[in-house]
């Protein structure tokens, strides 16, 4: 054996910590055997540089595949598509051109894209076979409506890599990253039952829960108001002597208007009149602010990566646990009242009137051409709701 071998091998290192993946190679190297084949990361004396080579291409090397070359630096990663991605969608959140629900999906799916491909992973080198295996993933968790809705995001991310030219090609899917027909969306809808609250349910809701809580259940009663829209209703857009509420649906600028009723005007009333002290100014108008001062529905600060934003929606997990200790269960959540509203409102047959409440967008002639909708008919909608609520009262 050569003198220089015999001194090298008598200087082979140990591992930096147990759990260190990769072993001393006598040629000098980190390695690891990969797949029945020696694969090799770097030198002895660098043992980071040669974990860090080794996270990049285990993705690669895992499934069978060439990984990129150690100086592809100008690559695009899935990280770097995601960061890109949710900056250009954080302007457009700051420019009130997204609503803070549809960031915070956006956001949970780059996240689940990332915990799945890994942060590393190229865009350009993802496959048909890839997109097939995320498929099976996904429809393993979420319903069938939820597994619709997450396809056509990934989608929206994958085509903003091409959009942007950080790809040169369109990423190519194949035929198995479909969206679920409508047949299996009709399915799933009558497998799962109504999403909708029933009056004695509403009722139990309205007499257990606080002031604020109240408040915002019967504007979701009351107006088919929503998450953000409670979360985001002005003070200046209640008007309490009329008893109308004059907001623009965040989600997509429709105008609405809404006549209240007695019991939303009053709980509204004593909901502001406790509500805590603002911790942004921006918010000093706001109806409802949390315990802490914090909007409801927000987007704040990413401890974990600083320069990033983390969405969050405080009424949703409050009001699942206020749903778990009444024992109401079945598909419902806050904004199952937007469909409770939905589905009474219509029995006033009025279909016009409920779609302007619901802030719905009317893209037919008819919505074209009305310019407005008489106060009559909006009340008629919203007392045909007060009495399969409240009863004849």
């Not at 406790?274 to 949390?290: G, M």
């Amino acid at each position: 054996m050569a003198k220089s071998t015999v001194s090298r091998l008598q200087n082979k290192p140990r591992k930096p910590y147990v759990d260190y993946p990769l072993y001393a190679h006598n040629t000098g190297r980190w390695a690891k055997r990969i797949r029945g084949k020696i694969h090799y990361f770097g030198p002895w004396d660098n043992p980071q540089g040669a974990l860090e080579r080794f996270n990049q291409d285990w993705p690669y090397l895992s499934q069978g595949r060439t990984p990129p070359p150690a100086n592809a630096g100008d690559t695009c990663t899935l990280k770097t598509l995601c960061n890109s991605f949710l900056t250009s969608k954080r302007n457009k959140l700051n420019s009130k051109d997204l609503s803070e629900r549809s960031f915070r999906d956006y956001f949970k799916t780059c996240e689940a894209l990332i915990a799945h491909f890994s942060r590393d992973r190229r865009v350009d080198d993802l496959r048909p076979d890839d997109f097939e295996g995320l498929r099976s993933k996904l429809a393993t968790r979420l319903g069938v409506v939820t597994l619709r809705n997450e396809i056509n995001r990934c989608r929206v991310v994958f085509k903003f890599a091409h959009d942007q030219r950080l790809i040169d090609h369109p990423v190519n899917y194949g035929q198995s990253f479909n969206r679920p027909n409508a047949k299996s969306l009709r399915r799933a809808r009558n497998d799962a039952g109504m999403i909708m609250f029933e009056a004695g349910e509403l009722l139990h809701i309205i007499d257990a829960v606080d002031v604020q809580i109240r408040a915002m259940v019967l504007l979701g009663c009351n107006a088919g108001f929503g998450n953000t829209d409670v979360a985001s209703l002005p003070q200046s857009a209640i008007d309490f002597e009329s008893g109308w509420v004059s907001f623009p649906r965040p989600k997509t600028e429709i105008p609405r208007r809404v006549p209240l009723w007695t019991e939303t005007v009053e709980s509204l009333r004593e909901a502001i009149a406790i509500r805590p002290q603002p911790v942004d100014p921006a918010d000093a108008d706001l109806c409802f602010l949390t315990s802490r001062g914090r909007r409801w529905v927000r987007v704040q600060p990413s401890k974990k990566n600083p320069g990033q934003v983390t969405p969050l929606d405080s009424l949703s997990q409050k009001f699942a646990r206020l749903l778990k200790e009444l024992d109401i269960n079945g598909r419902k959540n806050f904004y199952a009242l937007r469909h409770t509203f939905e589905t009474i409102g219509g029995e006033s047959r009025d279909q016009v009137a409920v779609n302007a409440i619901m802030g719905h967008v009317d893209s037919t002639m008819a919505g074209v051409y009305r310019e407005r909708i008489s106060d009559e008919r909006l009340i008629a909608v919203v007392n045909t709701v007060h009495e399969w609520l409240f009863g004849d009262e």
